[in-house]
């Protein structure tokens, strides 16, 4: 395209549609804040475009991508954590205000706050500035929804307890468990499935039964007494049934 031809990309998106008088009526005429849409300026957004592809296909190859055992929807003591762009709001849901009976309120109507307020944008900023200090009101909103958003984040990865969700998600080697056998049953029975999982792979509430080297008296021992986050009490059955549910989780996984 020659100069002053065909379409062309203006550096500025506050030129009014309608012409005025003052305003010449070829856009070339301002050297170094116009150029042609084809080839020149698309051609830099795709030189850029294929920059970032490469960067983030080296990334995904020299990291890959953590991968965690098989949903278990038995195992409530799993701590889902959402993916970084997200650990804002997850924080949010963690204060008093905004989580349990005001779960709504930081579900719903402070993020609908924050983005609905992307909606004033045009009206609180409809001057002719472009310099940030010259629009105190819209850089003052960006600067504290950015320094919430850093704030947020932060606090959430701090308060994370990295090593209980490695080991919620670690991937254990299945073992094959007889859910018909008496010992599963009563298992079942004392709510122990609820901690260590249907298949008792464990989660991050209780350890996983497939991989303990205990003898049937030792696990009779917590099963009455306790151990760590499990409370004493829990299996309410007889001695011949705690017997028969120790000796099921002694041998699971080994050859009889």
């Given at each position: 395209?020659h100069?002053g031809?065909?379409?062309?990309?203006?550096?500025?998106?506050?030129?009014?549609v309608?012409?005025?008088?003052?305003?010449?009526?070829?856009?070339?005429?301002?050297p170094?804040?116009?150029?042609?849409?084809?080839p020149?300026?698309?051609?830099?957004?795709?030189?850029?475009?294929?920059?970032?592809?490469?960067?983030?296909?080296?990334l995904?190859?020299?990291e890959?991508s953590?991968?965690?055992?098989?949903?278990?929807?038995?195992?409530?003591?799993y701590?889902p954590l959402?993916d970084?762009?997200?650990l804002?709001?997850?924080?949010l849901l963690?204060?008093?205000y905004?989580s349990g009976?005001?779960?709504?309120?930081?579900a719903?109507?402070?993020?609908?706050?924050a983005?609905?307020?992307?909606l004033?944008?045009?009206?609180?900023?409809?001057?002719?500035?472009?310099?940030?200090?010259?629009?105190?009101?819209?850089?003052?909103?960006m600067?504290?929804?950015?320094?919430?958003?850093?704030f947020?984040?932060?606090?959430?990865?701090?308060t994370?307890?990295w090593?209980?969700?490695?080991a919620?998600g670690k991937?254990?080697?299945e073992v094959?468990?007889d859910?018909?056998?008496?010992?599963?049953?009563l298992?079942?029975?004392?709510?122990?499935?609820?901690?260590h999982?249907?298949?008792?792979?464990?989660?991050a509430?209780a350890?996983?039964?497939t991989e303990i080297?205990l003898?049937?008296?030792e696990?009779?021992?917590?099963?009455k007494?306790?151990k760590g986050?499990?409370?004493?009490?829990?299996f309410?059955?007889?001695?011949e049934?705690?017997k028969?549910?120790?000796?099921?989780v002694?041998?699971i996984g080994k050859?009889?």
């Amino acid at each position: 395209m020659h100069r002053g031809k065909g379409m062309k990309f203006v550096g500025d998106s506050r030129v009014p549609v309608s012409r005025k008088p003052n305003i010449p009526k070829d856009y070339s005429e301002f050297p170094g804040k116009t150029e042609a849409f084809w080839p020149n300026f698309l051609l830099k957004e795709w030189m850029v475009g294929a920059v970032f592809l490469v960067g983030y296909l080296c990334l995904t190859i020299a990291e890959p991508s953590p991968l965690e055992r098989i949903a278990d929807p038995t195992d409530t003591g799993y701590i889902p954590l959402p993916d970084w762009y997200f650990l804002f709001l997850y924080q949010l849901l963690k204060y008093s205000y905004a989580s349990g009976p005001y779960n709504v309120i930081g579900a719903f109507i402070v993020p609908g706050i924050a983005f609905g307020a992307l909606l004033l944008a045009p009206f609180l900023d409809s001057g002719p500035e472009r310099r940030p200090a010259r629009r105190p009101i819209p850089t003052g909103f960006m600067l504290l929804a950015i320094a919430g958003i850093i704030f947020l984040t932060w606090e959430s990865v701090a308060t994370h307890d990295w090593k209980a969700a490695e080991a919620q998600g670690k991937i254990v080697k299945e073992v094959p468990i007889d859910k018909e056998a008496e010992g599963y049953k009563l298992m079942e029975k004392n709510t122990c499935l609820t901690c260590h999982g249907e298949n008792l792979q464990g989660g991050a509430a209780a350890p996983a039964l497939t991989e303990i080297n205990l003898k049937p008296e030792e696990i009779a021992k917590i099963a009455k007494n306790g151990k760590g986050n499990m409370p004493a009490g829990v299996f309410k059955g007889t001695d011949e049934e705690l017997k028969t549910l120790s000796e099921f989780v002694a041998n699971i996984g080994k050859d009889k």
